[in-house]
């Protein structure tokens, strides 16, 4: 198992299966990225709104990769364990026009500057936001052919803005194309549930990564094994589904969480349906990249059995 650095650039704000990758690795080989802040560092700390409008939006997510792993094939899974998420000291978190959950009332332009300790900011007081850095695009190369911008997320994985991928969580994508085309950006020091305004605190970061294949072994869309990401939580089970309208989304993540209860833990269907209404928590991800909404269905590992899923 060997360990390799990939640094930012140069960054890819497309989807692209016919993308060349940047950097080759064998399972379970760890990388040490280097991601840029969402705007590929066209934000800098001090800026001001109308400097802002001006920044390149066709650059936004900058993402780093694609990371190809040795003898992955669609129809294999492919494991990130996050290993450490670094943020780099600052951040920004903006308003625009036309976008976020609450467009129509929040119409005029706007960027915050954010000074980041290592746990927490104090920089909006007399609020003490706690830091918990995670990224929030981190993707396969989907099975299509074309260029598709990053903004919406997908069974591939992509814009999902989970705020549970922190150090100590494992996320497990489906591989769609030969060599899987891994690649991660879009980090965020914190976020809240939703991401209402259409950030979190953007921010530079060095982000550790340990990838693991397993062969034939699928799944149809992003599970989580979380950490600690959740105060007073030893971390959970999450599935994660987006769709352009939130109940399908929901529905289909509580479909999918049934099947898993099911399939790992011996459940009857029915049994893990009625687990799911008492034990498990349906969270709205992000609702700002549209046309996708991201839904999470979560359910603590403290209620079940310990089980390795692959």
Same mark, same amino acid.
């Given at each position: ?176 194309? !030969?060599? #899987? /085309?891994?690649? @991660?950006?879009? &980090?965020?020091?914190?976020?809240? =549930? ?5 950030? +979190? ?42 769709? !352009?309208? #939130? /109940?399908?989304? @929901?529905?289909? &993540?509580?479909?999918?969480?049934? =099947? ?5 833990? +011996? ?44």
């Amino acid at each position: 198992m060997s360990e390799h650095s990939l640094s930012a650039g140069p960054t890819h704000s497309r989807w692209n299966r016919n993308l060349e990758p940047r950097l080759e690795i064998a399972s379970g080989d760890t990388v040490h990225m280097e991601c840029v802040d969402a705007s590929d560092g066209q934000v800098r700390p001090g800026m001001t709104v109308d400097e802002y409008l001006t920044i390149d939006r066709g650059r936004i997510h900058a993402l780093t990769g694609p990371i190809a792993i040795q003898n992955a094939e669609p129809g294999d899974t492919l494991e990130v364990e996050i290993l450490d998420v670094q943020h780099k000291g600052w951040g920004w978190t903006s308003i625009i026009a036309g976008l976020g959950f609450l467009k129509d009332r929040f119409k005029d332009p706007f960027l915050f500057h954010w000074e980041l300790e290592p746990g927490v900011t104090r920089s909006l007081a007399p609020a003490i936001v706690s830091l918990r850095p995670f990224c929030g695009v981190m993707g396969v190369a989907p099975a299509e052919d074309g260029e598709f911008r990053t903004r919406a997320p997908g069974s591939f994985g992509g814009n999902m803005d989970v705020r549970d991928l922190t150090a100590g969580s494992k996320v497990y994508l489906p591989v769609l194309n !030969a060599g #899987a /085309l891994f690649s @991660a950006g879009d &980090a965020h020091a914190a976020q809240g =549930d939703g991401e209402i305004c259409i950030n +979190g605190i953007e921010c530079p970061a060095d982000v550790t990564l340990r990838f693991h294949l397993h062969k034939h072994r699928s799944i149809s869309g992003p599970l989580i094994a979380s950490g600690n990401a959740r105060p007073c939580s030893g971390g959970e089970w999450i599935v994660v589904e987006s769709a !352009a309208d #939130a /109940l399908t989304a @929901a529905r289909t &993540a509580t479909s999918r969480m049934v =099947d898993l209860l099911s399939s790992h833990w +011996g459940f009857t269907p029915e049994h893990a349906y009625l687990l799911c209404s008492v034990a498990m928590d349906l969270r709205l991800s992000q609702v700002v990249n549209e046309p996708m909404t991201t839904v999470t269905a979560a359910i603590a590992k403290t209620v079940l059995p310990e089980r390795s899923l692959f």
